[in-house]
């Protein structure tokens, strides 16, 4: 396995900060005149003291938590190691002042919402209101050195929302920033983002989402890119309020996540519980299926597992974004997370054994197409196939032809033109493609103009791929993108 792809809890939660060698990044006597190396005591204390008391389905989560705090202190110490600027040593020694106290104030046992959470990147704060409701106060710091700093101060009003979760919109302040700009009256407000919550074990589970990233209407808030994540208890209230404090295991043991995309569904009920839904689905669908469609998608699923390892941490720290690129996207690495467990979901609980043809939506561990015909027997196929984690690779699905025969017959007039055609239960598109796209290139890698690429980036791409019938299902009528 890739360390990359390894669970943040695996990771030493000591902090490699001071030192002459090895992995420090600021010299022993530079951490003493500074005080540095006290404080980096003072938080490896207190987070073992605070590791040890919480139960064991929480404690990867906790050390998942102090993986990040180290990797966004050592980012900050490499580039004060750069610099030096009294501002940003200020900024770095309070950054460490604040962990230790966080770390300190942790507690276990808490038995509702109310009062104080904190994790790596800042805390919440909730307070009681009328009708079950709460107020949620938000301050979030994530400082990474430099200029690379998120703050992020924001309030919301979250009410029961018919589930185990409280949800509601972040409040947006009446009067804007005098430095930014107005918008335009006539265009449509943006959608402002929302958060819901609820507890998972002894941690507070928050779940922010985004819909439009442009938004800038939050006075204190640079970016809410890291209000997702499982905060922990800051000290005990005797007078609490009380919570359905039950954890929503996953199929795995939460005690020993391997990935981080594991510890990512360990962490969140939603995702945990659509974990036991697909393990509950694929069961199910298995004595529906003939022999040739059941080894397929036992390929197929394979190949989803692995692409559900990476998810998690491929977009936590997303390859596209460079400039920020150990910035924690927590709520962006979450969606995706959602996303792909409900798109699996589609497929698995709303797999259309029963179909004849060719129309409908088809779906695989990497490719999806949506098939339309009409009465006179013209075909229209749009969709694409991707390649896990490769931000600018990918092949376009956009044919038109018709049905001659009970076979596809493209409109392209070309080589190797493209192709719909049924095997058992499942769907194979540009079956030929495979041959074709390893002849693409000649050994000086030039072009073979005689077959035009189907995919983008790589001409020995192919675009051939193997789907399987999926029913309508809201988590994939509306393509959300080829992104994976």
């Known amino acids: 396995m890739d360390d990359f792809l ?33 404080l980096v005591a003072q938080i490896d204390k207190a987070f073992d003291a605070a590791l040890a008391k919480m139960p064991a389905n929480v404690r990867p989560l906790l050390k998942r938590d102090q993986a990040w705090f180290n990797e966004m202190i050592i980012d900050a110490a490499e580039v004060l190691a750069d610099s030096g600027e009294d501002e940003l040593k200020q900024s770095f020694t309070e950054a460490l002042r604040r962990r230790a106290a966080a770390l300190e ?36 710091r994530g400082d990474y050195g430099g200029d690379r700093r998120r703050t992020c101060k924001l309030t919301a009003e979250l009410k029961p929302s018919g589930t185990a979760w409280l949800a509601g919109t972040v409040v947006i302040e009446a009067d804007a920033p005098a430095d930014k700009p107005k918008t335009d009256a006539t265009a449509a407000p943006a ?10 074990g002894e ?39 009380k919570a359905d404090t039950a954890f929503v295991a996953p199929t795995f043991d939460c005690t020993k996540p391997e990935t981080a995309t594991d510890e990512e569904i360990c962490a969140d009920p939603d995702l945990a519980d659509n974990d036991q839904r697909l ?60 996303g792909l467990q409900r798109e699996r979901l589609a497929l698995l609980e709303g797999f259309d054994d029963k179909r004849s043809g060719l129309a409908g939506v088809w779906l695989a561990y990497n490719a999806i197409i949506k098939v339309t015909a009409d009465g006179n027997g013209a075909v229209t196929a749009k969709g694409w196939k991707w390649d896990q984690g490769d931000w600018k690779a990918g092949c376009d699905y956009e044919m038109t032809g018709k049905m001659a025969g009970g076979a596809f017959r493209s409109d392209e007039r070309r080589k190797n033109p493209d192709t719909l055609e049924r095997d058992h239960a499942m769907l194979i598109v540009n079956r030929l493609d495979d041959v074709f796209a390893k002849k693409r290139t000649g050994k000086d890698g030039a072009e073979d103009s005689a077959d035009e690429a189907k995919c983008r980036r790589r001409l020995d791409n192919s675009s051939t791929a193997r789907l399987f019938p999926a029913r309508p299902s809201p988590d994939i009528d509306n393509f959300k993108g080829s992104i994976r």
């Open 6 to 38: 390894r669970a943040s809890s695996s990771a030493p939660t000591a902090i490699s900060l001071c030192g002459d060698g090895g992995d420090a990044r600021i010299k022993t006597a530079d951490c003493k005149k500074a005080g540095h190396d006290k």
């Open 105 to 140: 104030g942790i507690a276990s046992g808490r038995p509702g919402l109310a009062g104080k959470w904190v994790n790596a990147f800042g805390s919440t704060t909730l307070t009681p209101a009328d009708g079950g409701a709460y107020r949620l106060a938000a301050d979030l």
């Open 191 to 200: 959608k402002p983002p929302s958060i819901k919550l609820r507890r998972q």
């Open 203 to 241: 941690t507070l589970r928050i779940v922010g989402t985004i819909d439009d990233e442009e938004f800038d209407a939050l006075n204190d808030c640079s970016s809410m890119w890291q209000v997702t994540g499982s905060y922990f208890a800051a000290g005990k209230d005797a007078a609490s309020d």
């Open 279 to 338: 393990n509950r689905a694929w069961k199910a669908l298995q004595p529906r299926l003939d022999e040739a469609t059941r080894r397929a998608l036992i390929d197929d699923q394979r190949n989803w597992v692995k692409s559900q390892t990476e998810q998690f941490p491929e977009f936590l720290h997303p390859a596209w974004n460079k400039q920020s690129s150990q910035v924690h996207f927590t709520v962006d690495a979450r969606d995706h997370v959602d």
